[in-house]
């Protein structure tokens, strides 16, 4: 009786090539082999099997009937494998209608959800695309239990089972009202300082970034409203005095729709890395590698 533990699947190929040419020289011409090898791995075989397989009439080789049984139930086994355990489903976006599920804040939902839909309308019609809340806290939890294919943040993630790449990098400015009086001279860092300010963010603190950076010049700001979601804050500005400083990103894409105008910062503020993390379990999944190009490819346009 035949030990599995002792047969190789290249084993196994090469002897469905013999079946099919009766020919050792032959045979190891397709199988990319040796004659010694071809000879090493059919001893091997026929010790495997307790069989001779093949053997020798003149100039030709005969199968035993033993082989003459393997021969059809080798075919097909070597074929359902390759079909159904080697071969990875093609993904055709064109005609895909898969749903691919993002996490991440209404900052990035605002910057980049229209473009990357007008982008997807002309190369995947039919795939679908859920936004869906970004929980910081258990960002890696949310992509291992399947809830979303990706997760788009600012969090810095060194999870062992998730992958990451940069999506893009931002800087920040500042909006007000279009008829705001700071905008006569939008680079005096007294002015802005003495208007009152807008921010955005959860939690209950009323510091940012601009505090920070303004602290560094020993000056200090008043945040006088906080809003929980950015996508609310320019409602507020366009009725209001206050200076609303947010990325870059997010402002142009949403600038045109209020009566807001823009200026630079008066106070440099470090740049930051928007990152997107997947599971390592999809690193080759084609739908999952095709749909994170498009993703890097609209979002550094």
């Known amino acids: 009786m035949a030990n599995i533990s002792d047969i190789e699947l290249n084993q196994l190929r090469l002897l469905q090539i013999i079946f099919e040419t009766k020919n050792l020289t032959r045979a190891g011409e397709r199988a ?17 099997f307790n069989d001779s397989l093949v053997i020798r009439q003149g100039n030709q080789l005969v199968m035993t009937p033993r082989a003459e049984t393997l021969k059809p139930q080798l075919n097909r086994w070597l074929n359902d494998f390759e079909k159904n355990i080697l071969f990875q489903e093609q993904f055709e976006p064109t005609t895909s209608t898969r749903t691919f599920y993002i996490a991440t804040s209404d900052l990035v939902e605002q910057a980049l959800s229209a473009l990357l839909i007008t982008h997807l309308a002309k190369v995947a019609p039919q795939v679908r695309v859920v936004f869906t809340k970004l929980d910081k806290r258990g960002l890696a939890s949310q992509i291992e239990s399947g809830e979303v294919d990706f997760s788009i943040s600012v969090v810095e993630s060194s999870h062992p089972s998730l992958m990451v790449t940069t999506l893009y990098r931002d800087d920040f400015v500042s909006v007000v009202k279009n008829d705001h009086p700071i905008l006569a001279n939008p680079q005096d860092i007294k002015q802005f300082c ?14 940012g970034m601009v505090d ?14 906080k809003v929980a979601n950015f996508s609310s804050a320019p409602y507020i500005v366009e009725q209001s005095d206050a200076i609303f400083t947010a990325p870059r990103r997010f402002l142009d894409a949403i600038s045109k729709q209020f009566k807001i ?3 630079e910062t008066p106070v440099p503020i470090k740049s930051y890395a928007m990152k997107v993390y997947w599971h390592i379990k999809n690193k080759d999944e084609q739908a999952i590698k095709w749909f994170r190009e498009q993703l890097v490819a609209v979002a550094r346009t």
């Open 32 to 48: 990319g082999l040796t004659q010694s090898a071809v000879s090493h791995t059919l001893k091997k075989l026929r010790h495997s």
């Open 194 to 207: 003495h208007y009152p300010h807008l921010l955005a963010g959860t939690g209950k603190d009323i510091r």
């Open 212 to 225: 920070d950076a303004l602290n560094e010049h020993g000056l200090s700001r008043t945040v006088q409203y």
């Open 261 to 263: 105008s823009q200026f």
